[in-house]
């Protein structure tokens, strides 16, 4: 078989070497024997101000760099997205519908419990949607439909069973029953001048405590189980927009900064929030929530498409998923909720899903 050669001749630049949508250089054929190849010529070559001599050298030269940077790219690649731990998601199935086949609507919201309660906030229907998901088996999704709550955007449920919603377009916290039912408000009791606060997110601990993310006076509100006020902590100074907040097993309050793309921390008996970490603008885009789980620090990179791992000391750790529509990729995300078991829920708004993943380790 004769040897394939790359041919660089401006004989070749017609208008056939631009893309219709860039006029950008595209695939040239060169013929060797019964052999073609696609050689890219940059733009300088094709305009033909340079001679076919000094084109030559500069398209090898152009060759060699690009190989160079693919091998390094290929070798690096499993150190950007994995940290020391190596840790994957491993898709498992998503949720497109209810028990009657309705289907979810740029849902927001999801959250689970340790036994196999998993529960939904199905922003664009007004509701919230009801599953079981136990040895990787999903039943369930009856709906959970109730006039004092409408564009369910965060879910949480405590150890009771008691479901809690936030709903977007009234900025309340709702309390259900376990059965559904309503059950009361979450106004927070007792709580100090000034007792308004718009909440934008919230948080509750393995003890029940509820944890505010009030973006009115710019605090984060501590309320005891049945809802009444216990503390505050002011936000730190020097911080952007806070999207979401997280508390650890150990008591530790993480704030996640999505304009400078930072978290802050607050141990358990603290009154004041510290920087975790420096900008990670490297690793993610817009991070809008945050949880934690057996010491990993999981971020929802909204705009990228993709979940952000860090170190209990707040490194970087890895990156998994991406932006797209297929299963197992995610189109502008919102929520996630990680069990004990490894199973991590994520509400995949754009595509009106809730997609469900292991981790492997």
């Not at 955007?153 to 309390?175: H, P, W």
């Not at 809802?227 to 993480?254: A, C, E, M, T």
């Not at 000391?313 to 991406?322: H, S």
């Amino acid at each position: 078989m004769a040897e394939a050669k790359i041919v660089h001749s401006v004989s070749y630049h017609n208008k056939t070497c631009y893309s219709r949508e860039s006029r950008n250089p595209g695939a040239v054929p060169a013929k060797a024997g019964n052999q073609y190849l696609k050689v890219w010529i940059p733009p300088y070559q094709v305009r033909g101000k340079l001679s076919p001599a000094r084109n030559d050298k500069l398209c090898k030269t152009f060759v060699v760099a690009y190989r160079i940077m693919l091998a390094f790219s290929i070798f690096l690649a499993p150190l950007n997205s994995f940290g020391a731990e190596t840790i994957k998601f491993r898709y498992l199935q998503s949720i497109y519908f209810d028990d009657k086949g309705g289907g979810l609507k740029q849902s927001e919201g999801v959250a689970c419990d340790e036994k196999s309660l998993l529960i939904v906030g199905d922003t664009g229907n007004d509701r919230l949607v009801r599953y079981t998901f136990q040895d990787k088996d999903l039943k369930g999704g009856n709906e959970i439909k109730i006039p004092q709550l409408s564009n369910p955007i965060r879910v949480q449920i405590n150890s009771k069973g008691e479901i809690f919603a936030l709903d977007g377009k009234k900025r309340r916290i709702i309390r259900l029953n376990p059965d559904g039912t309503f059950k009361d408000y979450v106004d927070g009791e007792g709580i100090p001048s000034p007792s308004t606060f718009v909440p934008k997110s919230f948080k509750i601990d393995r003890n029940n405590n509820i944890y505010i993310l009030d973006i009115f006076t710019g605090r984060v509100l501590v309320l005891n189980p049945e809802g009444k006020y216990q503390k505050q902590i002011p936000f730190p100074n020097d911080h952007g927009f806070f999207s979401d907040l997280s508390v650890d097993s150990r008591g530790i309050i993480l704030l996640i900064d999505c304009v400078k793309a930072m978290i802050f921390s607050a141990a358990k008996d603290s009154n004041s929030f510290s920087a975790l970490t420096k900008s990670l603008r490297e690793y993610v885009d817009f991070p809008t929530s945050i949880t934690n789980s057996k010491g990993t620090i999981y971020i929802v990179d909204e705009d990228g498409g993709s979940i952000i791992l860090l170190r209990g000391d707040g490194t970087f750790a890895g990156r998994q998923l991406g932006k797209g529509r297929s299963e197992g990729l995610l189109y502008f995300p919102s929520q996630i909720s990680v069990n004990e078991k490894g199973e991590i829920f994520i509400a995949d708004r754009s595509n009106s899903r809730v997609q469900i993943f292991t981790l492997v380790k």
